[in-house]
């Protein structure tokens, strides 16, 4: 089996930088997604990571310690437009790669 | 930039109807999917199709599910006899292979919503 642990809520000032933590547990590790989510939107593609280390890409950087089974996105400059909900999804290995959410944390960005 | 549709976009039954929703993958993705969510709770992976068949299943499905690809373009999912749980936001998604890192493209969602 495996478990996704996310912060329920967070909350920021328009301007800040904010880290998303996530943790699993898995018995055969893949690839870590993040999606971003607005309130009654789909899930939008973010990041993948499958190496340890730091991906960036303009404001939002992911981070994967596969040995620590732990992953963030950190977001630089957070916009007002920043304020959704962010999804760490697990891929596993061993035949299937179809993505397990976890239940995501909801990021409010505030002037 | 191409994008997967569903639609409705809302759609309100009677418990125990049926209903079918909609979706149009992505032209020259070959992997299709149904993931659901419930107010508050997390997305929920309910099936995968490829090659016209079931690939992977969850739990969820259950004999009340059923997925079709009728045509070319059309992607449908199909809830025999609703109940009240069912209430929830179906996606659809698409992805152009499967395998690490490959990503998933998600239509703006059917709100379903059983009385």
């Known amino acids: 089996g495996q478990n996704i642990d996310q912060p329920t809520e967070m909350t920021a000032t328009e301007g800040a930088i904010v880290q998303i933590n996530c943790t699993y547990q898995?018995?055969?590790?893949?690839?870590l997604f993040w999606y971003q989510q607005h309130a009654g939107e789909a899930p939008t593609f973010l990041s993948y990571n499958v190496l340890d280390g730091l991906e960036e890409k303009g404001r939002f950087s992911s981070f994967l310690s596969r040995s620590k089974g732990y992953s963030y996105l950190l977001l630089k400059e957070l916009q007002m437009k920043d304020s959704a909900s962010y999804l760490c999804?697990?891929?596993?290995?061993?035949?299937?790669?179809?993505?397990?959410f976890g239940r995501g944390t909801s990021l409010i960005v505030h002037p | 930039e191409p994008e997967v549709t569903q639609t409705p976009s809302h759609q309100v039954t009677q418990m125990g109807q049926e209903v079918i929703l909609r979706c149009v993958p992505i032209s020259n993705h070959l992997y299709f999917y149904w993931y659901r969510q419930i107010l508050g709770q997390k997305v929920e992976f309910l099936v995968s199709f490829y090659n016209n068949e079931i690939s992977e299943k969850s739990e969820i499905f259950d004999d009340q599910f059923s997925v079709e690809r009728p045509d070319g373009s059309n992607f449908t999912l199909k809830i025999r006899s609703t109940k009240l749980e069912d209430s929830a936001m179906y996606f659809c998604?698409?992805?152009?292979?499967?395998?690490?890192?490959?990503?998933?493209?998600f239509g703006s969602g059917t709100q379903l919503s059983v009385l």
């Open positions: 998604a698409s992805s152009e292979g499967t395998g690490g890192g490959e990503k998933l493209f």
């Open positions: 999804a697990l891929q596993t290995a061993g035949g299937s790669y179809i993505p397990t």
């Open positions: 898995t018995s055969g590790f893949n690839g």
